[in-house]
């Protein structure tokens, strides 16, 4: 089953299930990691004295550690949604009573 078939919301880019939320999760975070590494590896191989420069590298491998931390935010703010359980769909009780705030 992918996720959109899974999710009920229709919000195809995440579950509605907190176990395939919380696995995601993880498995984000490993590749957090290892894009962390791959940064840390690249600025240990620059050598501006013999011309060796990965600064290309080592800006698309900072722009793939942003987009894990935010889709492991999102997937955390889903999942905290879940448990205190919120609808997505529903209106806040303040705009509800005409108020935005």
């Given at each position: ?70 889709e492991i935010q ?28």
């Amino acid at each position: 089953m992918t996720r959109e078939e899974e999710s009920k919301s229709g919000d195809k880019r995440l579950s509605d299930d907190v176990r395939v939320l919380e696995a995601e999760v993880a498995q984000l975070n490993q590749e957090l990691e290892k894009t962390k590494q791959a940064v840390r590896r690249l600025r240990e191989e620059e050598d501006p004295a013999k011309g060796v420069y990965r600064h290309e590298e080592i800006f698309q491998a900072q722009q793939d550690k942003l987009r894990l931390d935010v889709e492991i935010q999102f997937r955390t703010n889903k999942i905290n949604r879940i448990n205190l359980g919120i609808e997505e769909l529903e209106p806040s009780e303040g705009v509800k009573n005409g108020f935005l705030f």
